[in-house]
């Protein structure tokens, strides 16, 4: 489903995110990507969804070549892709329920559909009683709780999590990676980014990265 080919990532004449970076991760795997902070860890995810490109190597996702995409491509790639970052980049100005509802609105789907799939979504993630709720009124783990269930919303075929409990106590980080190995069990492919040790599974697949480069990798 995603394949590094010989991948290398450079911002600058001294600056190299990724170094021949080559791997393979299977339909329906949940593997963890682990390594310190600036070891390439966004880089990688960012390829996968197109948001950065390689400078040298190949990235394959669902048969599509990343470094071929054109922009028009782009959102079709991302339909498939279920998104979630550190910084939760909810809109204050509107309920939980409507952040949630945003991405199937975009796409085209009815209001009456769209609600309906969001309720079931906050449902998956504990927070349904919370929809008529605004962001800000909710804890750093509810709000990313609310940003999982609106990368999930469009029943995605991989989720990308990038550092989802950075900053988040432990009963709060323990909630988020429950919710994202229950998707994992119905078939959707997981990759998850940690510089936390301590919520390694430990018989899960995990790739290592360290200034950059591939380590090694345990099952």
């Known amino acids: 489903m995603i394949e590094f080919h010989d991948v290398s990532k450079q911002y600058a004449a001294d600056t190299t995110a990724l170094r021949a970076v080559t791997l393979t991760i299977n339909k329906g795997e949940l593997v963890y990507l682990a390594g310190p902070s600036g070891a390439g860890k966004s880089t990688l995810l960012k390829m996968i969804a197109a948001m950065e490109r390689p400078t040298s190597g190949k990235v394959t996702v669902n048969g599509t070549d990343i470094g071929k995409l054109k922009s028009a491509g782009v959102p079709f ?3 498939n892709l279920g998104l979630i970052f550190q910084q939760q980049r909810l809109l204050t100005d509107r309920t939980v329920l409507a952040n949630v509802m945003m991405p199937m609105l975009v796409t085209g789907l009815s209001r009456a559909q769209a609600e ?8 998956k993630v504990g927070l349904l009683a919370r929809a008529n709720a605004q ?4 804890s750093g783990g509810e709000q990313q709780r609310v940003s999982i269930a ?3 919303v469009n029943r995605p075929q ?31 492919t997981c990759l998850i980014s940690t510089h936390d040790e301590h919520v390694l599974d430990s018989g899960a697949r995990v790739i290592r990265l360290v200034q950059g480069q591939l380590q090694a990798e345990a099952a």
Not at 135 to 138: G, H, R, S, T, V
């Open 150 to 152: 609106r990368a999930i």
């Open 77 to 79: 790639l991302r339909r």
């Open 116 to 123: 309906e799939r969001a309720r079931a979504a906050l449902d």
């Open 158 to 188: 991989i989720i990308l999590a990038d550092e989802p409990t950075a900053n988040l106590d432990r009963d709060s980080a323990n909630q988020i990676f429950d919710a994202l190995r229950a998707f994992n069990k119905v078939g959707v």
């Open 135 to 138: 962001p800000m009124a909710l």
